[in-house]
């Protein structure tokens, strides 16, 4: 795709006003913003945000460029910079925002990746189903009649539950997780703000940066808390009162011991931000559920396969083989509501993609949602349709058209691991319930600094009394 003798191509410019550039329109507008742009620019143009200029990039051969085939070009995330301004001070040195693919970033990535793989999953994929399980058993359904109500609390209770326990090897409670989730929903909905603010000075007062300080100060100090019940000073530990069920230490343990650099503040960052995991995951599972109420039909194929496959028993490791429907149904989900909407990068050296010159310092997003409804890509792109994730569908389909969870070197480390548990509670969730629309409250997405659900997910839920 690069090439400096061919002919160059002009870059279009979205962009609304002289100072602030679309951010008041992309603010307003949401995701309406995102489709106009690509029906009027296409799939590659400049985004003017005022604060921040970036090159906008919506079509899989773009992925493809940036994150595998020219990586090395791009092995920068931009610093604090674009939609990155907001979360840097929460997640701060974790992992997923390690700015330059270097030494230390390599370090990382081979302590954490090997908890996430195959091997891994194996092992803590029975104890994640007993997790689940206790958090999915008692969701708001009157015996054999119906509830209504947001399905996203309930999901993320058991994704932080499952999560922390594998991060942690302690478990955390209902108040902590319920004041995780708060702080996280304020944090993904600052970012348009949070955009502006960065272009203030930190000691300026600005509307919302107060309660953004707030909600990153709770979530240090829940995670802090759970991490303290896990020294061997704790009480809980000494008095032998640890589950005898749950992993001993956490892949936080390991990591300490492994790497001797991992500080007070190396463990909170990554505490933090490998925790953060639980908001894409939680999303999108919920955005399953929404889907399945919506689809009678593919509800029946998934109730029914599940039921076949276990009866009424919790799903095992080997079990999961046989549930292809709701693995499919969840790569679906993934599809129309990627959580992470978009990656960041940017160019070491001048480039050119797809014609189009993007000099050395430029930042580039890949859209990731855009390319997972690109009409040149995908039949009947808002079509909710799991059944296009079966092989012999996909087989001629381009290799960066599905990316959730991004691609290449600095693709999710807990891909496996989101889908198993996105497997699992969707498993679980089917065995216990059937799901139907709540009149009157339709979901829709918003595009924060995850695409999540605006108001949540509001749905009737009526308990099962077979199998
Ligand atoms: C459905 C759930 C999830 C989605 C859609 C998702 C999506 C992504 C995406 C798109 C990236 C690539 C970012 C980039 O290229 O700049 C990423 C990276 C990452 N994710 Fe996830 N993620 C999910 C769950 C999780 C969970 C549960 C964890 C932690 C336990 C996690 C930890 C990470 C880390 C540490 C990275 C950075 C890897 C690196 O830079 O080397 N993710 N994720």
């Known amino acids: 795709m690069t090439g400096s003798t061919t002919a160059h191509r002009a870059l279009p410019t979205a962009r609304t006003w002289p100072v602030l550039g679309c951010l008041p329109e992309l603010i307003r507008r949401n995701d309406a913003f995102w489709a106009d742009a690509h029906r009027t620019h296409g799939d590659l143009y400049r985004l003017d945000l005022g604060v921040t200029d970036l090159v906008a990039l919506g079509h899989p051969r773009h992925a493809q460029h940036v994150l595998l085939e020219n990586a090395d070009n791009y092995a920068d995330k931009g610093g604090p910079t674009g939609f990155r301004a907001t979360l840097l001070p929460l997640t701060g040195q974790g992992l997923s925002t390690i700015d330059v693919e270097d030494a230390h970033w390599k370090r990382r990535r081979d302590l954490i990746g090997p908890a996430f793989r195959h091997a891994a999953l194996k092992s803590m994929t029975d104890h994640m189903a007993r997790v689940v399980d206790d958090h999915t058993s008692s969701w708001p359904a009157t015996g054999t009649g119906t509830a209504r109500h947001d399905v996203v609390p309930y999901v993320t209770t058991a994704v932080t539950a499952a999560l922390a326990e594998l991060l942690y090897g ?12 708060r702080a996280f929903d304020q944090i993904m909905n600052y ?9 203030v000075p930190p000691w300026m007062p600005f509307p919302g940066r107060g309660r953004q300080r707030r909600a990153i100060a709770d979530i240090e100090r829940t995670v802090l808390d759970v991490l303290a019940r896990r020294s061997p000073a704790h009480p809980a530990r000494e008095q032998g009162g640890a589950d005898p069920d749950r992993p001993e230490g956490g892949l936080l343990d390991i990591m300490t011991a492994a790497e001797r650099e991992l500080d007070a503040a ?14 894409p995951l939680a999303i999108s599972v919920s955005w399953a559920l929404h889907l399945l109420a919506r689809s009678p039909e593919a509800q029946r194929a998934a109730r029914e396969e599940v039921d076949r496959a276990l009866g009424g028993r919790r799903p095992s490791f080997e079990d999961l083989a046989a549930l292809p429907y709701v693995r499919m149904v969840f790569k679906e989900a993934l599809r129309l509501c990627p959580p992470t909407y978009w990656v960041q990068r940017r160019a070491a050296r001048d480039d050119v993609i797809d014609g189009v010159p993007v000099p050395a310092g430029t930042n580039v997003v890949v859209l990731i949602h855009r390319i997972h409804l690109h009409p040149g890509v995908w039949e009947r792109p808002d079509h909710f349709d799991p059944g296009r994730f079966a092989p012999e569908r996909s087989a001629d389909r381009h290799r960066q058209a599905w990316i959730p969870f991004g691609s290449g070197r600095r693709g999710c480390v807990a891909r496996e691991f989101s889908l198993t548990l996105g497997q699992l509670i969707l498993t679980r969730a089917l065995q216990r319930y059937a799901f139907a629309p709540h009149p009157g409250r339709t979901p829709a997405l918003t595009v924060a600094a995850n695409l999540r659900p605006r108001e949540g997910v509001w749905l009737t839920v009526r308990r099962r009394t077979t199998p």
Request: proline share 3%; net charge negative.
């Open 191 to 199: 970012m348009w703000i949070g955009m502006l603010a960065s272009a």
């Open 170 to 181: 302690a478990a955390v409670t209902g108040p902590e997780i319920r004041r995780i989730a």
């Open 266 to 279: 190396g463990v909170r960052d990554e505490a933090v931000s490998l925790l953060l995991g639980a908001e």
